[in-house]
């Protein structure tokens, strides 16, 4: 069966991803219909050998769609979601517009896949950050239940968009030719040659002290596992990466595992691999899992500070599973 | 008084900065040795306006000095400290060889300054990571006491030398100008516009499948703190960052103690600096510390996993703080 299918955004690094992942995976489409603000109205986009028209994104854009791919920001979301179901179309929205709200599934195939019926026209994929782990953390409680995670991120600057990713790169030029003055847009201090402990760069702290980022880590992370008596700290930082977040994930379980243990319970979970070779210094780097779909886990050791405690590594293409992939993967999966 | 102080590995990042240091707080010398390997011997280094020729070291290098500051890797100080003693100086010694002995104080002069004095010529300086996560760590542990660390670092390439930091303008300089094929010889994978959970890049790694830096963090914290009941696990990483090393530090205390508590200890506490007004995007930052002296603390929040917990952010020079300055202040504490 071929549906057809809307993306919202189509021109971002999400957007872009997601016609790479539809073309990749032969996704059975009928229509592909991509909308973007009126700005990119106009412009082309090859896809399977054909080009494509983007079209401003109306309240009447989405007659005839079966799923609605979101990736525009949380603003665009909650103003036009609620016309695509008007019209018949189930979203999957990657922005945060609506992913604790309780009767839409906040969902990762690998983890929650019994939630997505549950929806009443819009499915949520989770923050990127999130993602990633409960696919490396699930398979670790269904066995020894997890009570505690502290996890410190290390997110590369494209979770903030291709402009993210142009700053980064001007500014490390200016930095190695020695210039001075360049003129940031986006984030608030020097990102090359640096580390930005704010997620995202743009918005306010909580009254907690924490960022919005991190308590997405933390409230997400409950709802996705269906367990809200697991404890979340977060310390979510940019680094100057491009591409793939990194994660130090410190985890205390109910019952003992060894690092053993967890090697072999992750070497055939769902959309992980394991890097784990300390003697030939191999173990997850971002720079070699862009473009690809897995979680990859590494560094996984008995943490020696308490008695039922895990240490490992987590890394992941934040544009790929952490949300292209991820919402094609729920699309799939509805279908 | 002026003293005679020798430099062993004066042409080095740390010796570089120990002339600085030296320089600025107008240390009272005598006279000044700069000691290095035969390849550097000739070498001319300006200080204090005057052209010192750098000689090689050799077992008959410390005659006369009163101090020698060792910055040259674990297997110079191995081989000459016992000159350096046998001829009456006192070392102190920047590398790893005698930290964890019996009889080997390891001081971080804000800490454990009382320790100094129970030197038999040999007062090992701490490892970068750990002497700027225990000046933060020590107002709280005599208020509430620490049970447990979990940090997750950030860490400079300049922690691995000159050459490092070479490694890492060159290789950034290859991926922005789009060219391949750069060879590495320091680090074992791609630094720039990366991360990588290995530190040092050339060891092995532990049979708990730590690094020896981790193991540093762990066993250094508990001998400098003067307690082995407090509890560490680490996660130690290298970053693209020229200077400054970076923590994502969490502890849980015996007693509760509030965020605002911790910002009033610190605020106070010796060689501390707490950067922290989240609503002007006020943190610590690696770019920000170079050629500082502080400490600096920010993100401070009470950890929402657990009862008794802070969250904070932790950054200071690695070359400064890290290494020459802390020498260097003790040093002054000697005499």
């Known amino acids: 069966m071929s549906v057809n299918i809307a993306i919202v955004g189509a021109t971002g690094a999400v957007g872009k991803e997601f016609l790479s992942i539809l073309e990749s995976r ?8 991509l909308l973007a603000s009126g700005r ?6 090859l896809f399977c050998g054909k080009d494509y028209i983007v079209q401003e994104l109306t309240k009447n854009s989405f007659k005839g769609i079966k799923i609605a791919l979101f990736s525009a920001g949380a603003d665009i979301s909650k ?25 839409v599934p906040l969902v990762v195939p690998e983890v929650n896949p019994y939630d997505i019926p549950k929806h009443h026209g819009i499915i ?26 502290v996890v410190s991120t290390y997110q590369a600057v494209s979770g903030a968009g291709l402009k993210a990713i142009d700053e980064l790169k001007k500014e490390a030029m200016s930095i190695l030719e020695g210039k001075e003055g360049f003129q940031r847009k986006l984030f608030p201090h020097q990102i090359a040659f640096n580390v930005l402990p704010q997620i995202p760069q743009s918005k306010a702290f909580l009254p907690n002290g924490y960022t919005s980022e991190e308590m997405k880590m933390v409230n997400e992370t ?28 410190n985890i205390e379980t109910v019952k003992k595992i060894t690092a053993a243990e967890v090697k072999r319970l992750l070497s055939t979970a769902p959309g992980v691999k394991v890097i784990d070779d300390p003697a030939n210094q191999l173990y997850p780097l971002a720079s070699e899992t862009a473009g690809r779909d897995e979680v990859f886990v590494g560094r996984i050791r008995e943490d020696i500070s308490i008695d039922n405690g895990i240490d490992m590594w987590i890394v992941s293409d934040n544009i790929r599973k ?10 799939e999966k509805l279908l």
């Open 322 to 331: 952490g949300a292209a992939l991820n919402a094609i993967q729920i699309a």
């Open 79 to 103: 103003e036009y979601a609620p016309y695509a179901i008007e019209s018949g179309a189930v979203c999957v929205d990657n922005s945060s517009a609506f992913r604790m709200d309780d009767d």
């Open 222 to 249: 409950q709802k996705i596992m269906g367990d809200h008596s697991i404890r979340v700290t977060a310390t979510t930082v940019r680094v100057p990466v491009i591409r793939g977040h990194s994660e130090s994930v």
């Open 124 to 149: 949520a994929n989770p923050n990127c950050s999130t993602i990633q782990m409960v696919v490396a953390l699930k398979p670790i409680h269904d066995a020894v239940k997890i009570k505690r995670v």
């Open 40 to 45: 990119s109205a106009g412009k082309k986009i």
């Open 26 to 33: 032969k996704f059975p489409l009928n229509e592909l219909r």
